[in-house]
């Protein structure tokens, strides 16, 4: 067992996890809430290792843990990488990459145990630059679903991080069926942890003044959706999705409210394009990043997840955890959750479904009420931090104790 | 394209013409056999770095008006696109008369232009629109006076003959597939995902009709098409959608289909659609832009945007009733074949827009 490097023998085994970015997205906002409440009970040295750097590297020292980060920016060696591929050197710039990881992450001691946060190329790079001794046993835990894992991730990568796994955690039952049915993993080395929240934490405004603070007129019926801009959260099909719903019932009238994002980026543009183009512009408010989008939550009557694919987003669970029903296109966690009475789920990408469904809940204040309230109780009971952090907990113990598989 | 069918079929004679492009392409050898070509260069992105536009303009600024020096007597300039009126500047001496043929409509215009450039277009003698969305926008939202807008409806290269069907396999389809066709360049205002999911809308209604999706105009690994491809992967789409490269034969091409569908968000007055309708397919596009001249009353079906629903209503009309589709077919190729002869369009270009200049001056002076 280590501890600090140089600090003599301690008794507590020594959790080293990797993450791809420290932003406040998904995976890095869950690490932190997994960090929390590892170090919470006292039993872990914790290191976190990041590509990127980021405002989470604050949180993770405060859980309290060791952060490191490789790079500030998108990639390690930003602006030398660049250069070099400008002078056709491109080769170069993937061993010389390599080196800097190698380098900061001998800066940790040695792990008794590697958590790998994401299958994603940059935690399977870190993996790789880390390169723990064969009888360390590593857990990697996947958030991503099939354009993360067939198309973000390259075969080697995906090599790597799959063999050298000895327990992988889906976060999850969409992706522990993607990882069985798709990657042809065997179903004993995976333990399905679903994503989690600290629903003590949420604090919604009131409905009325989170709708001042979105822009929104007192009493308005509010569709609202948290999330990037990017293409596989398409908030761009939300926006059809209302269009449909204002052509086929009209007295609804509602308004989008979309948390995240930038709006002054090409995605934000292209999003605010088709808002106007389908006229929606009086009715779509675009309010951006906030570090507590859950207070908006509170201005919302459903909250929609018009995504491609998502494995089980936080802002939906938080969502869900306030009380809020759901709907959803049945590609991802999410749809589990809602078969289970905390929304609707249609078949991607049927844009016309997603629509009536938005409407059977705005134009059902019972429905929706009881719908929000069955969400809200089954975030509370398999979501919150207390019981997510204890069933990773428990992965990691079995890795401790029983070493490589 | 539409320049080089316009110069095909304008009557040159008397006239000296220069054309002046921001950038080359792949039609760059067919107009040099039609007229002097020079190859200006595009205007730096105003989005860039300031220190870098700083340094670089002054130098290409001073080589696009070398370039441009002996074009002091212009008596008529033609801007074709509202975008190239940006090479106007470089001009040595503004040109006796301006003329700007718009073939885009707001986004292309008053989103892209920027003040200075948006002014100098409105400061055109005359403007020529291809179809009646572009007029009304040039009317209604830049304020143009209705009495310098020519509507010239757009037209296509036509000998009066049916087109022969290229072999389906060319286009990666079965025979007996109800085979539905687009033909653009895949950007997003073209809208390649809709098309996707349009499929995918259209399998899910009718699983028993044998669907085939076709788009002209791109490889399949195209970079645009990166999110479509993604999309397609997860729809388990990939035997019902495929991208099919641009040919040189878009009619004989198109011959081969069931039916044509446009999915653009914005699209003025498509060409390909005119293909489309002189290869006898019903066509199918949102109401939007000014194709709804060709489509309506009876030569295909207009939905509205984004209504992927009422798109498959229509194909699976067209395919329940074979008759049917055959006659909306056949109305669109004779409205195209009545209303969208390029000839036609070039001779009543010539009335518009060149009339009175040959006899005003010498044959070979400037144009």
Redesign the interface.
């Known amino acids: 067992m280590h501890g600090d490097e140089g600090d003599g023998p301690v008794t507590r085994p020594h959790v080293v996890l990797l993450g791809h970015g420290a932003e406040r997205t998904g995976p890095p906002i869950l690490l932190a809430h997994l960090v929390r409440g590892l170090a919470a009970g006292g039993r872990y040295d914790l290191s976190v290792l990041t590509a990127r750097s980021g405002p989470m590297l604050a949180e993770y020292e405060a859980a309290p843990a060791r952060a490191l980060a490789v790079s500030a920016a998108r990639e390690p060696l930003g602006r030398t990488a660049a250069a070099l591929r400008q002078v056709g050197a491109g080769s170069a710039v993937g061993p010389l990459q390599d080196a800097r990881r190698r380098q900061v992450a001998r800066r940790l001691a040695p792990a008794d145990l590697v958590y790998v946060n994401g299958a994603t190329p940059p935690t399977a790079d870190l993996l790789r630059a880390l390169d723990p001794p064969p009888t360390t046993p590593v857990v990697v835990h996947v958030h991503e679903l ?2 993360g894992l ?2 973000n991730l390259g075969d080697e990568q995906r090599r790597d991080l799959f063999d050298r796994a000895d327990r992988i955690v889906a976060a999850s039952g969409a992706v522990a069926r993607l990882l069985v049915d798709g990657h042809g993993l065997a179903p004993e080395r995976i333990t399905t942890c679903a994503e989690f929240v600290d629903v003590a934490a949420l604090q919604p405004l009131p409905p009325d003044e989170a709708r001042a603070a979105a822009g929104i007129p007192a009493g308005a019926p509010v569709i609202g959706g948290v999330g990037l801009l990017d ?1 596989r959260k398409d908030p761009d099909h939300l926006l ?1 999705a209302v ?2 719903l204002r ?1 086929s019932d009209p007295d609804l009238d509602p308004w989008v409210l979309w948390v995240g994002g930038d709006p002054d980026s090409d995605d934000g543009r ?1 999003t605010a ?2 808002a106007r ?2 006229g929606l512009e009086d009715r779509f408010r675009h309010v951006g990043h906030q570090d507590h989008p859950d207070r908006l939550l509170g201005a919302m009557d459903v909250f929609a997840l018009p995504s ?2 998502d494995a089980l987003p936080l802002a939906a669970l938080e969502a869900a955890a306030t009380g809020l029903p759901l709907v959803c296109f049945r ?1 991802g966690g999410i749809a589990d959750l809602c078969d289970l009475g905390a929304g609707t789920t249609v ?6 479904a997603f629509a009536r469904a938005l409407a059977d809940l705005l134009a059902d204040p019972e429905a929706r009420a009881r719908v929000g309230s069955a969400a809200r109780a089954l975030v509370r009971a398999e979501h919150d931090t207390g019981v997510g952090v204890a069933r990773i907990a428990a992965v990691i113990d079995a890795g401790l104790e029983g070493g490589r598989r | 394209m539409y320049l080089l069918q316009l110069l095909r079929d304008l009557d040159r004679s008397g006239l000296r013409i220069t054309i002046v492009l921001l950038r080359g392409g792949e039609l760059l050898a067919d107009l040099q056999e039609l007229a002097e070509v020079r190859v200006v260069g595009e205007p730096v992105d105003s989005a860039a770095a300031l220190p870098g536009r700083l340094a670089e303009e002054p130098a290409r600024l001073r080589a696009r008006r070398a370039q441009l020096a002996d074009l002091r007597d212009v008596d008529l300039a033609i801007v074709n696109t509202a975008w190239s009126i940006h090479a106007l500047p470089w001009l040595p001496v503004p040109p006796a008369r301006l003329v700007s043929v718009v073939h885009e409509l707001g ?1 292309g215009v008053a989103d892209l232009l920027d003040r200075p450039a948006l002014d100098a277009l409105l400061a055109s003698d005359r403007f020529v629109a291809g179809c009646g969305a572009v007029a009304g926008m040039l009317a209604d939202d830049l304020g143009v006076p209705a009495e310098r807008i020519d509507l010239i409806p757009y037209g296509v290269a036509q000998d009066g003959s049916d087109p022969v069907p290229v072999d389906r396999t060319q286009l990666d389809a079965d025979d007996d597939a109800f085979l539905v066709l687009a033909a653009a360049v895949p950007d ?1 205002r073209k809208a390649p995902d809709l098309f996707v ?1 349009l499929a ?2 259209a399998r ?1 209604r009718r699983p028993d009709v044998p669907w085939a999706f076709r788009w002209i105009g791109a490889t399949e690994d195209d970079p645009r098409l990166a ?1 479509a491809r ?2 397609r ?3 388990d789409a990939g035997d019902l959608v495929r991208f099919v490269p641009p040919t040189p034969a878009l009619r004989t091409a198109l011959a081969a289909g069931d039916a044509f569908v446009l999915t653009s ?2 699209d003025a007055f498509p060409l390909a659609a005119v293909e489309a309708a002189l290869a006898g397919l019903p066509l199918l596009c949102f109401a939007s832009g000014g194709i709804g001249a060709l489509v309506e009353p009876d030569g295909g079906r207009l939905v ?6 009422s798109m498959v209503d229509a194909l699976v009309a067209w395919h329940d009733d074979p008759p049917g589709r055959t006659a909306a077919g056949g109305a669109a190729r004779e409205r195209a074949r009545r209303h969208h002869d390029a000839a036609d369009h070039a001779r009543a270009f010539d009335r518009a827009v060149l009339g009175g200049l040959r006899g005003d001056r010498p044959a070979g002076a400037p144009a």
């Open positions: 099939d354009v067939r198309i293409w059809r269009h449909a052509r292209r394009a088709e183009r389908l491609r694919e590609a078949e991607y990408p049927d844009t016309a | 986004a997003r999911h995918a809308t899910r999110d993604t999309d992967a997860l729809l968000r914005q509205p945007f984004p209504d992927l629903e």
